[in-house]
Protein backbone atom coordinates (compact mmCIF):
# COMPACT_ATOMS: atom_id res chain seq x y z
CA UNK A 1 0.00 0.00 0.00
CA UNK A 2 1.51 3.42 -0.98
CA UNK A 3 1.29 7.01 0.52
CA UNK A 4 -0.48 9.20 -1.01
CA UNK A 5 -1.89 12.62 -0.40
CA UNK A 6 -4.06 14.77 -2.38
CA UNK A 7 -2.11 16.04 -5.19
CA UNK A 8 -4.54 18.49 -6.48
CA UNK A 9 -4.91 22.04 -4.92
CA UNK A 10 -7.74 23.35 -2.57
CA UNK A 11 -10.77 24.20 -4.21
CA UNK A 12 -10.16 28.09 -4.83
CA UNK A 13 -13.28 29.05 -5.76
CA UNK A 14 -14.41 29.69 -2.77
CA UNK A 15 -12.35 31.90 0.07
CA UNK A 16 -14.39 30.86 3.24
CA UNK A 17 -13.23 26.87 2.69
CA UNK A 18 -11.15 26.20 5.76
CA UNK A 19 -9.70 23.07 7.07
CA UNK A 20 -11.39 22.37 10.35
CA UNK A 21 -9.88 19.46 11.77
CA UNK A 22 -7.51 16.90 11.21
CA UNK A 23 -8.39 12.94 12.06
CA UNK A 24 -5.99 9.96 12.37
CA UNK A 25 -7.66 6.80 12.32
CA UNK A 26 -4.98 4.62 14.28
CA UNK A 27 -4.67 1.61 16.92
CA UNK A 28 -2.72 2.22 20.05
CA UNK A 29 -0.08 -1.17 19.75
CA UNK A 30 0.80 -0.09 15.83
CA UNK A 31 4.21 1.92 16.47
CA UNK A 32 3.34 3.32 12.57
CA UNK A 33 0.93 4.85 14.71
CA UNK A 34 1.84 5.71 18.06
CA UNK A 35 4.29 8.24 18.61
CA UNK A 36 5.43 8.64 14.76
CA UNK A 37 1.65 9.84 13.91
CA UNK A 38 0.50 11.00 16.39
CA UNK A 39 3.35 13.24 16.67
CA UNK A 40 3.15 13.98 12.94
CA UNK A 41 0.06 14.71 13.28
CA UNK A 42 0.03 16.99 16.08
CA UNK A 43 2.49 19.15 13.97
CA UNK A 44 -0.38 19.30 10.81
CA UNK A 45 -2.89 20.04 12.99
CA UNK A 46 -0.49 23.46 14.10
CA UNK A 47 0.45 24.33 11.23
CA UNK A 48 -3.55 25.13 10.08
CA UNK A 49 -4.50 26.03 13.24
CA UNK A 50 -7.08 23.16 13.51
CA UNK A 51 -7.54 20.27 15.98
CA UNK A 52 -6.68 16.54 16.08
CA UNK A 53 -8.86 14.06 16.48
CA UNK A 54 -7.53 10.41 17.16
CA UNK A 55 -10.00 7.51 16.03
CA UNK A 56 -8.63 3.91 17.90
CA UNK A 57 -10.23 1.14 15.80
CA UNK A 58 -9.76 -1.24 19.19
CA UNK A 59 -12.23 1.53 20.82
CA UNK A 60 -15.76 0.24 19.98
CA UNK A 61 -17.21 3.69 20.08
CA UNK A 62 -15.15 4.89 17.75
CA UNK A 63 -14.46 1.67 15.75
CA UNK A 64 -17.60 2.44 13.34
CA UNK A 65 -16.97 6.34 12.40
CA UNK A 66 -13.48 5.07 11.68
CA UNK A 67 -14.50 2.60 9.73
CA UNK A 68 -16.83 4.74 7.67
CA UNK A 69 -14.09 7.32 6.96
CA UNK A 70 -11.63 5.00 5.60
CA UNK A 71 -14.56 3.25 3.46
CA UNK A 72 -15.68 6.70 2.34
CA UNK A 73 -12.10 8.56 2.28
CA UNK A 74 -9.38 6.13 2.38
CA UNK A 75 -7.75 3.30 1.34
CA UNK A 76 -10.65 0.77 2.20
CA UNK A 77 -10.42 -3.24 2.63
CA UNK A 78 -11.35 -5.41 5.05
CA UNK A 79 -8.56 -5.23 7.38
CA UNK A 80 -6.99 -2.28 6.53
CA UNK A 81 -4.09 -0.67 6.52
CA UNK A 82 -3.33 2.27 9.87
CA UNK A 83 -2.68 4.85 10.74
CA UNK A 84 -5.04 6.98 8.04
CA UNK A 85 -4.83 10.86 8.52
CA UNK A 86 -7.83 13.02 6.74
CA UNK A 87 -7.83 16.81 6.79
CA UNK A 88 -11.40 18.26 7.23
CA UNK A 89 -12.31 21.29 5.65
CA UNK A 90 -15.54 23.75 6.41
CA UNK A 91 -17.44 22.79 2.88
CA UNK A 92 -17.95 18.86 4.12
CA UNK A 93 -14.76 17.89 1.67
CA UNK A 94 -12.62 15.22 3.37
CA UNK A 95 -9.29 14.98 1.67
CA UNK A 96 -7.41 11.46 2.69
CA UNK A 97 -3.64 12.57 3.13
CA UNK A 98 -1.62 9.18 4.14
CA UNK A 99 -1.76 5.84 4.43
CA UNK A 100 0.95 3.88 6.94
CA UNK A 101 3.07 1.24 5.46
CA UNK A 102 2.62 -2.55 6.57
CA UNK A 103 7.01 -2.57 6.31
CA UNK A 104 9.13 -1.08 8.51
CA UNK A 105 8.04 2.04 10.83
CA UNK A 106 10.75 3.99 8.92
CA UNK A 107 8.71 3.84 5.48
CA UNK A 108 6.08 5.17 7.52
CA UNK A 109 8.13 8.20 8.42
CA UNK A 110 9.32 8.68 5.22
CA UNK A 111 5.82 9.07 3.81
CA UNK A 112 5.26 11.75 6.67
CA UNK A 113 8.38 13.92 5.66
CA UNK A 114 7.32 13.40 2.03
CA UNK A 115 3.85 15.11 2.93
CA UNK A 116 5.94 17.73 4.96
CA UNK A 117 7.82 18.80 2.16
CA UNK A 118 5.02 18.68 -0.58
CA UNK A 119 3.79 21.28 -2.88
CA UNK A 120 0.24 20.09 -1.98
CA UNK A 121 0.71 21.04 1.70
CA UNK A 122 2.32 24.60 0.45
CA UNK A 123 -0.68 25.44 -1.36
CA UNK A 124 -2.92 23.75 1.22
CA UNK A 125 -1.34 25.88 3.81
CA UNK A 126 -1.86 29.29 1.80
CA UNK A 127 -5.41 28.75 0.89
CA UNK A 128 -6.41 28.04 4.61
CA UNK A 129 -4.33 31.66 5.59
CA UNK A 130 -6.20 33.40 2.60
Not at 1 to 23: D, F, G, K, W
Request: aromatic share 8%; glycine share 6%.
Amino acid sequence: MQCRYVRSMPNRTSAHVRPERLTIVLAKWCPHCVPLSVRNGRRLARMFGIPMRILDIDRRAQERLSDRIVREHGDPAPDYLIPQVFLEWSNGRTDHLLTGFSEQVARTERAWRDLFGSAWLRGALREARA
